[in-house]
């Protein structure tokens, strides 16, 4: 592929609006696409996620970006160096320069296979990752597409839990607020007890090594019609490397279990939505190397290793499949999930070339290893 096809590649695929659960129009045209890129044993599996080979052998390298984006349409436009569009750089750039990078891998198909997948709700449940792993892909190295900036290798996430509460007070008229507990006002009590907690607890150096919480979404109803009653909290919790889902979870339940006692009328219930491990890939392997010298040849500047806030699914994956694995794509991070969404061309181009490097020299190492 030449690059305006590069780029027409990935401007296709900004044009298939496909928020998390919605990806099924955008997996069709990838299915077709790489079919007729000269792709190999293309097909999906039961969540959706689609798949596609380029060469045999060992070693076997998986290239994994998801199809999905957050919601939220922004029109496609195209300014000199800039296109604009949902998902043009979380994460549909990487997955389009993977899927062009090991097009251009055909000649040396025999020295090693290329697994590029597509999957699915990568935004919201995680359900293409976790179906991946059922797949029991067998593979050696395994790159995850997000945005790091082309000089940048993304080797460690936090973890993340999701949480909703239910909160249920006595309902009474308005009138007699002073007698009556009210269910938002409570809800509010405990979340900032929950922040205090958490933030006196896993309180380290540096927004990474720290416990951050986000309240995300409120809810109260008036039973009938006086003051509110029922209160429901959803809450985002982020996690350092050093702090599982279940240390966090049980520190939040303490704080319920001590609210409790001192709010007796005061009913809570809660339940866990999701959990993903924090995850360090390790940094002295023959992948990071690989990507290292790719970086430095195509962008002509070291390179630097970053830790990212947010949770991906190199997460699962990494936790699951004990092989070596690191995230990185075109793009600025900062600009993911927002109205001005955009990726520079010229990256976006330089991408597929550091990622041509990067399996080049896996092929050619993995023998000598």
């Known amino acids: 592929m030449d690059n305006e096809a590069s780029i027409r590649l990935l401007q296709d695929m900004l044009e298939i609006y496909s928020p998390s659960g919605k990806e099924q129009k955008l997996a069709n045209f990838l299915k077709d696409e790489i079919a007729n890129l000269g792709f190999e044993n293309v097909r999906t599996d039961d969540a959706g996620n689609i798949y596609g080979e380029i060469g045999s052998g060992s070693p076997s390298i998986l ?5 999905d984006t957050v919601a939220g349409w922004i029109p496609i436009k195209r300014e ?6 949902r998902g043009a750089v979380d994460a549909k750039s990487s997955l389009a320069a993977m899927i062009s990078a090991s097009q251009t891998l055909k000649p040396i198909r025999k020295t090693g296979k290329v697994i590029v997948a597509g999957v699915v ?3 919201s449940t995680a359900n293409g990752i976790r179906q991946l792993l059922r ?22 996430y ?3 839990v999701s949480l909703k509460i239910k909160f249920q007070t006595t309902s009474g008229h308005i009138g007699a607020q002073h007698l009556l507990d009210n269910a938002v006002e409570k809800a509010f009590e405990l979340w900032n007890e929950i922040k205090t907690e958490l933030n006196d607890k896993w309180s380290q150096n540096g927004i990474f090594d720290s416990v951050t919480t986000c309240l995300v979404k409120i809810r109260s109803q008036r039973t009938s019609g006086g003051v509110p009653d029922v209160c429901f909290l959803d809450f ?4 350092p490397p050093y702090v599982t889902t279940d240390q966090s979870i049980k520190a939040v339940r303490d704080v319920f279990t001590k609210y409790k006692e001192k709010n007796p009328n005061v009913s809570i219930s809660h339940h866990v939505v999701d959990r993903i491990e924090p995850f360090m890939a390790d940094k002295n392997t023959l992948l990071m190397k690989a990507l290292e010298r790719a970086i430095l040849e195509t962008v002509g500047e070291p390179f630097k290793f970053l830790k990212k806030t947010g949770t991906g699914d190199m997460n699962i994956f990494g936790a699951e499949v004990k092989v070596p694995v690191a995230t990185y794509g075109p793009g600025d991070s900062s600009l993911s999930h927002t109205e001005n969404e955009r990726i520079k061309l010229s990256e976006y181009l330089t991408s597929i070339q550091v990622y041509k490097r990067a399996i080049e020299h896996l092929f050619s190492w993995h023998k000598h290893a």
Do not use: Q, W
Request: proline content about 2%; charged content about 30%.
């Open 158 to 160: 936090k973890g993340r």
């Open 63 to 67: 290239l994994c970006g998801h199809m």
């Open 135 to 156: 797949e029991n892909l067998d593979v050696n190295y395994a790159i995850f597409g997000e945005p790091s900036g082309v000089k940048n290798i993304t080797f460690a």
């Open 121 to 123: 709700e990568e935004e």
């Open 236 to 239: 985002d919790l982020r996690l």
């Open 80 to 85: 000199e160096d800039l296109l604009y569009g």
